[in-house]
């Protein structure tokens, strides 16, 4: 069945960098875009990042561009999420989605505090 496991997520200080990967299995991976969402206590999931199925193609959400890349390795069936310069409002739960099959992980806490 499809599965998609996060990890990387942790404490980090303001202006700190992370990088979240999510391994994917149950499914031929490169065949699927991907994306990040990310949810904070108390507001709505919302989407981070999306990468089409070779790697080609990004898009962000406007407030995060410059600062959050997606990138994808589709010989090891992960796709990463490098975070810079990392602000105490992108404490958060992130999860990995293949929008297409409509499949989510377990998500990677995130928390960016001093």
């Known amino acids: 069945q499809v599965q998609l496991v996060e990890s990387g997520g942790g404490l980090v200080q303001p202006g700190g960098s992370l990088r979240l990967s999510c391994a994917a299995s149950?499914?031929?991976?490169?065949?699927?875009?991907m994306s990040w969402y990310r949810q904070a206590p108390g507001k709505e999931r919302e989407i981070v990042a999306a990468i089409n199925s070779f790697g080609g193609s990004t898009d962000y959400a406007d407030s995060l561009k410059g600062r959050f890349t997606i990138s994808r390795d589709n010989a090891k069936n992960t796709v990463y999420l490098q975070m810079n310069s990392l602000k105490p409002e992108d404490t958060a739960l992130y999860y990995c989605r293949n929008p297409t099959l409509n499949s989510w992980g377990q998500g990677t806490q995130v928390t960016v505090s001093s």
């Open positions: 149950g499914f031929t991976f490169s065949n699927y875009p």
